[in-house]
């Protein structure tokens, strides 16, 4: 049964409206779909809902599950940023928002070492405009790991950890591992994403201390039960040559029965059926728990 529960609109930093996503699923005969904008952060970006707009994403949604019901299943939820010293409990924007479930990720990394000097800055950030000179303050803390260009990842290494791979990776990691043991997210989100722009430069993926941070985040969301994504985004926007986590991940992932479930990171409604052949991979690994749809 086709269905898709990581899509972005107009209203975060995708293309086009949430009911051309729910007419693009139709028309390619898909069953569910869920909705999870980036949430509202308290700094200058281009990426995520605005504060001021957060209601009228959930109230839009919940219009679209009234007027489609029976046709399609559309669940409301939100891609989350687990971001120390700044975001760290989803529950306000879960209570405030309604949502039906989350995507937990990890997408911008401070330094261990300034989460609690983040934490007075944001407690500074006027709302809901985050647009002062505290907020800029928080973005020049942070490292972005995603994005298109490669240059931002090598800056940001750069700026936050001195150059010092193994200490960002590590940051990536054990704040994963905090927002899953705190938030308890529906959905863990690319979690292995650090290797992106790495594109083989600082470290390899079967490096041994590589390998002991992915496997402990890995074992946590075990442990804690929630879901791990399998995201296809990095392979059609040829950012990557794998999905995220790595087939080879997903080969373990399968000894332990974690379940997964496949995503595209849509960013426009064609991104929708992007599946880029994972669903193939899995029944060819004999994968277990693979799930299909959200009952929540």
């Known amino acids: 049964m086709l269905s898709n529960y990581h899509t972005h609109s107009h209203y975060c930093d995708g293309k086009g409206a949430l009911r051309e996503y729910v007419e693009y699923a139709l028309a ?3 069953k569910a779909l869920g909705f999870s904008g980036h949430a509202p952060v308290p700094f200058p970006n281009k990426f995520s809902i605005d504060q001021a707009h957060y209601q009228d994403y959930c109230n839009e949604v ?23 010293g700044v975001l760290e409990d989803f529950g306000d924007l879960i209570a405030s928002g309604g949502l039906q479930y989350t995507i937990g ?7 261990p070492d300034r989460t609690e000097a983040l934490r007075h800055m944001e407690r500074g950030v006027a709302r ?17 790991i995603d994005g298109p260009r490669q240059e931002t990842y090598d800056e940001g290494l750069q700026r936050i ?9 590590k940051a990536f990691f054990y704040q994963n591992n905090a927002m899953i043991e705190r938030n308890r997210p529906t959905i863990v989100g690319h979690f292995d994403k650090i290797v992106m722009h790495n594109k083989g430069r600082y470290f390899q993926y079967e490096e041994h201390w590589f390998r002991d941070l992915l496997y402990e985040t890995v074992q946590l969301i075990r442990e804690t039960g929630c879901m791990a994504e399998i995201n296809t985004r990095g392979l059609y926007k040829c950012r990557h040559d794998d999905f995220y986590p790595a087939k080879e991940t997903l080969r373990h992932m399968n000894t332990l029965g974690i379940p997964v479930i496949v995503g595209t990171d849509a960013h426009e409604p064609a991104n929708l059926d992007r599946f880029e052949g994972a669903f193939e991979f899995l029944k060819a690994i004999g994968y277990r728990n693979i799930v299909s749809t959200l009952s929540c």
């Open 128 to 144: 809901p405009q985050a647009d002062d000179r505290r907020g800029m303050d928080i973005a020049n803390e942070l490292w972005f």
């Open 62 to 84: 919940r219009s679209l599950q009234q007027e489609y019901a029976g046709r399609i299943d559309i669940k409301l939820g939100l891609e989350i940023d687990y971001i120390p």
């Open 28 to 30: 390619h005969d898909f």
């Open 161 to 169: 950890f001195h150059g010092d791979i193994r200490a960002g990776v």
């Open 105 to 111: 990720s990890v997408h911008l990394i401070p330094h």
